[in-house]
């Protein structure tokens, strides 16, 4: 398994101030994943943790479909992203110079890892930005969290160290301006949408 939970019971908060509590809960868990110490092996990150999954999620089964599910997270460091099926994407992009040879975990896999509920999801890069991840069917189309460029991990200059990866040369029908946008570069956060 690649994961980590970090979770808060929703008890006790009324209906009409649920969704607030469930984001402080969830930006909480956030935080506390960036500075927690790994508490089970081999499914705790043991470095920083890059990129955290929430949402619409169920890996395992481990709780029920309910308001509660609304603040698990799971956090992902380099080396568990890593241990996941690799895809390479040689492609040309909008924002960079020649064909580049793009390496990383299909969006699909780290989704059935997560226990995705869709394929539809937020996408927020470090610099707040925002976009929502929709009708492009990952189980087709080998779009991925890209964690190398050309053989070489990829730079915050290049921006990285996570970037979403489309294969816009072998699928030329993906280079629109909407997958364009969600194409976000130094990505650390991915809310899962019912």
């Not at 990829?154 to 040369?169: A, C, E, M, T």
């Amino acid at each position: 398994m690649y994961l980590l939970w970090g979770a808060a019971v929703c008890e006790g908060v009324d209906a009409g101030n649920r969704l607030r509590w469930r984001i402080v809960a969830c930006a909480s868990i956030f935080a506390l994943l960036l500075v927690a110490s790994p508490t089970q092996a081999n499914s705790s990150p043991t470095g920083e943790v890059l990129l955290v999954v929430d949402g619409a999620i169920n890996p395992g089964g481990a709780y029920a479909d309910s308001a509660e599910d609304q603040c698990k997270a799971l956090g992902f460091d380099m080396a568990m992203l890593k241990a996941m099926p690799q895809h390479e994407v040689a492609t040309t992009t909008p924002w960079d110079e020649g064909l580049r040879r793009f390496s990383g975990v299909r969006i699909s896999d780290l989704f059935e890892a997560v226990g995705a509920e869709s394929s539809t999801f937020l996408a927020r890069g470090v610099d707040d930005y925002q976009a929502e991840f929709s009708g492009v069917d990952v189980d087709k189309y080998p779009v991925i969290v890209a964690l190398e460029e050309d053989g070489a991990p990829i730079s915050v200059r290049n921006l990285g160290p996570l970037r979403i990866i489309f294969p816009f040369d072998d699928h030329p029908e993906l280079l629109t301006n909407n997958n364009k946008a969600i194409a976000v570069w130094q990505l650390i956060h991915m809310t899962v949408r019912k």
